[in-house]
């Protein structure tokens, strides 16, 4: 099993940036593609960013050219750096890593933008 814990939640005014942490442990030789998928409240969660081993990344219309995804496969790291951030950004943020067995999931780190 794959083991995935996210960091770097907060809350920060609109326009702020912030730098999300997701790191694997477990069986970790089994991952290939991971991401960031968001939950805002009364919402269905929705993907944020992928990226697969080898770099390719792809995003979500609305977070495109302010959000940037890279990983670390040394460290079984993923980072989402978010920038100029708006209050519509505001949810729980959940790191994915797809493996053999499925797509393990984090428990989310939460993250609100203030007007």
């Known amino acids: 099993q794959v083991q995935l814990v996210e960091s770097g939640g907060g809350l920060v005014q609109a326009g702020g940036s912030l730098r999300l942490s997701c790191v694997a442990s477990?069986?970790?030789?089994?991952?290939?593609?991971m991401g960031w998928f968001r939950q805002a409240p009364g919402k269905q969660r929705e993907l944020v960013a992928t990226?697969?081993?080898?770099?390719?990344?792809s995003y979500a219309d609305s977070v495109k050219g302010r959000f940037t995804v890279t990983r670390d496969n040394a460290k079984i790291t993923v980072y989402l750096q978010m920038n100029s951030l708006k209050p519509e950004d505001t949810a729980v943020y959940y790191c994915?890593?797809?493996?053999?067995?499925?797509?393990?999931w984090g428990r989310g780190t939460q993250v609100t933008v203030s007007s």
């Open positions: 994915a890593a797809d493996t053999i067995r499925g797509r393990a």
């Open positions: 477990g069986s970790t030789s089994s991952i290939s593609t």
């Open positions: 990226i697969t081993e080898r770099g390719s990344t």
